[in-house]
């Protein structure tokens, strides 16, 4: 690993050794600027993973959080999956540990439950679900479900309020949250309503119902990005995670982003995506570390309800 030093050109050395490795770089809406601007694609959860599961590079280099490397190596379990930084958690994920789903359901095996989880989530609660979603198509998933059956909805408890919103079915839902999204609020979004009126709020479903009330348009990631080209508005309130304003300003020229604060902050950092730097970047692809693994029983049981996920969104 090479010490910086002033004026080095560090995307040129993550180009070099992206090249060596043979390597895509894939990278989440909510990475910091550098890296979404290396990247081979930048997306949401769902576009991610077509992606994970189409490349034909040796090496994955996944620049998110653990569980979306984590579902990359269960689509595509030949190529070497590397995480810059191992520590890149996720709250939601955390709230509903593998353990607790499965006491959960032994539990309550009278319910004969359809699991549903949210991508968000370890190998281990995909391997105990019926079939995964995202919030792009967790609408579309929940309506697929068999209608004779009782739906246990893990792990974010705002989506799946939403999505019950959306299509009337009644589901049983797994008390997790996201914390970055928790801390918008009624207050902290009026507030900037007020500075701009005509701005359309665009939030993210995993936002609680009184955030969800003041929205013009609730989505996904990568909706955002179409509703605001689409949209002939020319200023929008984006109430997601800040790494998203890079990718809409790069994207959607000509229109101003102005990020939903919260009661404390200006705008809203996720702590898990933002452990991964460009020095990692480089010195992953260099080292070839960390790497996901994963036993094969648990990967092959975490595969099938992701790929009848995928075939459920084309
Ligand atoms: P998207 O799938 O919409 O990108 O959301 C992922 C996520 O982690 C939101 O907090
Ligand atoms: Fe997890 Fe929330 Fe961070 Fe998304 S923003 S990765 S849901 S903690």
Redesign the pocket.
Known sequence: MVALKEGYDLAAEVRYWKQKRNAVILA?N?QVPEIQDIADYVGDSLGLSYRAKETDADVILFC??H??AETAKIVNPSKTVILPDLE??????ESCPAESLHEFLQANLDKNYYVIAYI?CSAGVKALSDVICTSGNAVKIVQSAPANRNILFVP?QNLGAWVMEKTGRKMDLWRGA????VEFTKNSINAVRELYPEAPVVAHP?CTYAVRLLADEICSTEKMVSYCRQSTAETFIIV??SGMLHRLKKEVSGKKFIPGPTDKCAC?D????KKNTLEKVRDALECLAPEISLPETLRKRAELPILRMLELSL
């Open positions: 989440h909510y998110g959080v569980f979306m890149a958690g996720c709250s939601l994920s968000n974010d996201c914390y970055v999204h995993e997601t995670e809203a996720c702590r898990f995506m």
